[in-house]
């Protein structure tokens, strides 16, 4: 925007108002008295700039500082920046680890705002793209979708739930956590003195959806252990009591390990428990030839496939694998 040749007559300031004494009145009455420092200071850096009409009108950016208050917003996003008024807004109003993404492809006009919002204390709250904004956006809902398409998915796990009933299960373990859709499912099944060993080596995720967990008074049924599952699962192996004392099995998290978790799995699932590996599926991939398959999926095929043969000639098992989410296997432990 700012690369367009400025306005030929200055533009009013006075917005719907009808006249310009009365938006004068209005702002000189309720806004400029009650107007943070370093957006009156804003308010004159850009002032001289040929399109300073752009900036937020200060009026508009109060009511903007009340919604703020009024959803708690800690995470925001504006599209549009400019010099930054409703930004630095923004950035003082919400909390000191709140977090704002502010896009706009004119990133000279954002310079000039930013020494004041350094000066402010509040430049640690912003994460500036300078992209157009529709390219930016998808790029955001890319990494939202990514994320999303860890958790387990919904189907599948109404069909976990309806397992753990069958089985009775008290005991469980699962490998793969992420923020807990699947851990929550089980310790919302099992009864109020069961125990879920929940084996995860991202502690980040699983703070994510603990409070839910908590909110869900079945935080007390939850040991997490924060490790890489195959040494987690030697530790508890080490105790012989554990061995045979869990009646169902969750595995959802690094394909390649699969084959290594089942063998310590066999051992830790008592006979007639359940063991149910997720992703058996892997995105469809497992039935499709290597050269059409993304890049991003294709270790994960090697390791699908070889794990799935190993499962379909286990004699220890009983197995059906169900189309549900990405691919669900279900194990029943024979001897
Ligand atoms: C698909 S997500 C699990 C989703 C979870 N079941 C849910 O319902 O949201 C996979 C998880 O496995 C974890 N993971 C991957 N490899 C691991 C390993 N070797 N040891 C421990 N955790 C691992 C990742 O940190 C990630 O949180």
């Given at each position: 925007m700012s690369k367009k040749p400025p306005p030929e007559k200055p533009i009013?300031?006075?917005?719907?108002?009808?006249?310009?004494?009365?938006?004068?009145?209005?702002?000189?009455?309720?806004?400029?008295?009650?107007?943070?420092?370093?957006?009156?200071?804003?308010?004159?850096?850009?002032?001289?700039?040929?399109?300073?009409?752009?900036?937020t009108a200060p009026d508009a950016g109060q009511m903007i500082g009340i919604l703020l208050k009024l959803v708690g917003a800690k995470k925001a996003i504006e599209i549009g920046?400019?010099?930054?008024?409703?930004?630095?807004?923004?950035?003082?109003?919400?909390?000191?680890?709140?977090?704002?993404?502010?896009?706009?492809?004119?990133?000279?006009?954002?310079?000039?705002?930013?020494?004041?919002?350094k000066k402010a204390g509040v430049e640690h709250k912003i994460e500036f793209i300078e992209s157009q904004a529709l390219v930016a956006l998808?790029?955001?809902?890319?990494?939202?979708?990514d994320e999303a398409v860890m958790s387990t998915a919904p189907d599948a796990g109404q069909m976990i739930g309806i397992l753990l009933k069958l089985v009775g299960a008290k005991k469980a373990i699962e490998i793969g956590v992420f923020t807990g859709y699947s851990l929550l499912l089980t310790a919302l099944?099992?009864?109020?003195?069961?125990?879920?060993?929940?084996?995860?080596?991202?502690?980040?995720?699983?703070?994510?959806?603990?409070?839910v967990i908590k909110k869900a008074g079945v935080e007390h049924k939850i040991e997490f252990i924060e490790s890489k599952a195959l040494q987690a699962l030697d530790k508890i192996l080490e105790n012989p009591e554990n061995e045979g004392s869990f009646d169902f099995a969750f595995?959802?998290?690094?394909?390649?390990?699969y084959i290594n978790y089942h063998e310590r799995i066999m051992k830790l699932v008592r006979v007639n428990g359940i063991v149910a590996y997720d992703n058996t599926l892997w995105f469809g991939s497992v039935a499709q030839h290597?050269?059409?398959?993304?890049?991003?999926f294709k270790e994960g095929r090697v390791s699908t496939i070889k794990f799935n043969k190993s499962l379909a000639s286990d004699p220890r098992i009983d197995i059906s694998t169900?189309?549900?989410?990405?691919?669900?296997t279900i194990c029943r432990r024979l001897y």
């Open positions: 009013i300031h006075n917005g719907l108002l009808q006249t310009d004494e009365l938006y004068k009145y209005l702002l000189e009455t309720n806004v400029y008295p009650r107007e943070p420092e370093p957006l009156k200071e804003l308010r004159a850096l850009t002032a001289p700039h040929p399109w300073s009409v752009m900036g920046v400019f010099t930054g008024y409703s930004l630095l807004l923004t950035a003082l109003t919400i909390p000191d680890d709140g977090k704002i993404v502010a896009i706009d492809m004119d990133r000279e006009s954002y310079e000039i705002g930013r020494p004041i919002f998808d790029k955001i809902l890319e990494n939202v979708s099944t099992i009864p109020e003195d069961g125990k879920i060993v929940a084996i995860d080596m991202d502690r980040e995720a699983y703070e994510i959806g603990r409070p595995v959802d998290a690094d394909k390649i390990n290597e050269s059409s398959v993304l890049d991003e169900v189309p549900l989410g990405d691919g669900l």
